[in-house]
């Protein structure tokens, strides 16, 4: 199993450039979320979904987007890159119900917005 | 989601116990504890769990206080390579169990 694969690993982007980041996972997992960990800082949420089609608001959403068209895939949307969105990404998915164990992250995509 | 109260920092010296402590007193009876560890800029890694009654697997031993109100992770013979940030964290009820939210967390230095 691959697990949570996120795409791509480093990115460089401009000022007001949009761009996705890909997340895919291969267990099946229903939940999915992102996560900005900021230099030195604790992981924030940004989104997360409890299966297709259905999205929610984390802690920070705002200047992203998100959608789930399959449970496979979480893709995350910078519509207009900002330099406060200079970031390590992690995507994690996990199964329902809280005695299902925790979540699984990926490796993260570290995005400096210039 | 009930909030977690971690100290910033530790150290223990290698092969000697490291216990990391969490206060979590406004926990409610359908919550968990889960504590995961980040190494350095890796994704966190899930570590343990537990409800009520004392957990153990190849990691870690979670210890839980009767009133639920505090916990602690014990790491029995701490290496090297477990230096990390020690997050604690109390999942949410039915209406919010899909959410992860991440305190501060516990530096940990395990010293040679």
């Known amino acids: 199993n691959a697990g949570v694969t996120q795409t791509p690993k480093f990115q460089v982007l401009k000022t007001g450039q949009s761009m996705t980041l890909q997340c895919a996972q291969d267990?099946?997992?229903?939940?999915m979320s992102w996560y900005r960990q900021d230099p030195g800082m604790g992981l924030r949420l940004i989104h997360y979904?409890?299966?297709?089609?259905?999205?929610d608001q984390g802690e920070v959403p705002n200047g992203y987007n998100v959608s789930r068209s399959t449970t496979e895939d979480f893709p995350l949307r910078l519509l207009s890159a900002a330099p406060s969105q200079t970031s390590v990404y992690f995507c994690?998915?996990?199964?329902?119900?809280?005695?299902?164990?925790?979540?699984?992250f990926g490796s993260g995509t570290r995005l400096t917005v210039v | 989601d009930a909030k977690t109260t971690q100290p910033p920092s530790m150290d223990c010296a290698e092969g000697r116990a490291a216990n990391l402590p969490c206060n979590h007193s406004?926990?409610?009876?359908?919550?968990?504890v889960y504590w995961y560890r980040q190494i350095h800029s890796q994704g966190p890694q899930y570590i343990i769990h537990?409800?009520?009654n004392n957990e153990t697997n190849e990691m870690a031993s979670l210890i839980i206080t009767e009133d639920r109100k505090s916990s602690t992770l014990i790491l029995p013979h701490a290496t090297l390579r477990d230096t990390a940030v020690y997050y604690c964290?109390?999942?949410?009820?039915?209406?919010?169990?899909?959410?992860?939210?991440f305190g501060s967390g516990t530096r940990l230095l395990v010293r040679p």
């Open positions: 994690a998915s996990s199964t329902p119900g809280q005695g299902a164990g925790g979540y699984t």
């Open positions: 267990m099946n997992h229903e939940y």
């Open positions: 406004t926990i409610s009876g359908n919550e968990y």
């Open positions: 537990g409800l009520k």
């Open positions: 979904s409890v299966g297709a089609g259905i999205t």
């Open positions: 964290i109390v999942r949410g009820g039915m209406d919010s169990s899909y959410k992860l939210i």
